[in-house]
């Protein structure tokens, strides 16, 4: 069972371009989060999504951001229009469909996105 | 909101040292506790978790317990080696049905050989 992938692992963008970030969850997962990480810090949470569905996107930048998880394909988050400040790794989690307290999300290695 | 304060870094240690990293939270209700482990140019990976309290968590010698009293779940660890090198989150999860993660700000731990 290969484990939650994101593609490409790296990705340099030049100001003003749009980038567009892959999330393929473990197999059987219908669940999907979506977490930054800037240099030197934790992960901040961007958005949670379900199979068709946003669930939470309390994370999400208002402009320029933007994901979804389609029925067929992987799950993808878009920047559009990029900035400096836009450069970080960009993590994916999956968890299966039934939550609980004991319930584990899963990572991928992450995207590192370098805007120049 | 939810939120996770954790001992900043970096932390550097001569193997076998005892290692201690704190960690604190603010949660509403009965959050679940973990800590994560990020090896050089990877993602995460659960190192242990803590559902309820008074719970411990271990995994590969590193322990935490659940304590609701203090609200904290400090990672320990009696002998470190130099494997153990990484940067380690703590990181709790509401039961109020948002199944996100709220992250600290992760310490990075060094061990000298």
């Known amino acids: 069972n290969a484990g939650v992938m994101q593609n490409p692992r790296h990705l340099v963008r030049r100001r003003g371009q749009e980038a567009r970030l892959r999330c393929s969850p473990m197999?059987?997962?219908?669940?999907v989060y979506w977490y930054r990480q800037l240099p030197e810090e934790g992960l901040k949470f961007m958005v949670y999504?379900?199979?068709?569905?946003?669930?939470?996107e309390s994370g999400m930048p208002k402009e320029r951001f933007s994901a979804e998880f389609p029925k067929e394909g992987p799950s993808i988050l878009r920047i559009q229009q990029v900035v400096r400040g836009d450069s970080a790794a960009y993590f994916c989690?999956?968890?299966?469909?039934?939550?609980?307290?004991?319930?584990?999300?899963?990572f991928g290695q992450g995207t590192r996105l370098t805007v120049v | 909101g939810d939120s996770v304060t954790q001992m900043e870094g970096p932390v550097t240690l001569s193997e076998e040292a005892f290692l201690t990293i704190n960690c604190t939270y603010t949660?509403?209700?009965?959050?679940?506790l973990f800590w994560y482990v990020q090896y050089p140019g990877e993602g995460l990976q659960l190192l242990l978790k803590?559902?309820?309290?008074?719970d411990k968590g271990s995994n590969k010698g590193f322990e935490a317990t659940y304590r609701k009293e203090t609200t904290s779940f400090h990672l320990e660890k009696g002998s470190v080696q130099v494997s153990d090198s990484a940067v380690y989150f703590c990181?709790?999860?509401?039961?109020?049905?948002?199944?996100?993660?709220?992250f600290g700000t992760g310490t990075r731990l060094t061990i000298i050989p």
């Open positions: 803590a559902t309820k309290a008074d």
């Open positions: 990181a709790l999860r509401s039961n109020f049905g948002n199944e996100k993660l709220t």
């Open positions: 197999k059987g997962h219908s669940h």
């Open positions: 989690a999956s968890s299966p469909p039934m939550q609980g307290v004991n319930t584990e999300a899963f």
């Open positions: 949660a509403t209700g009965y959050p679940s």
């Open positions: 999504l379900q199979k068709e569905n946003i669930i939470d």
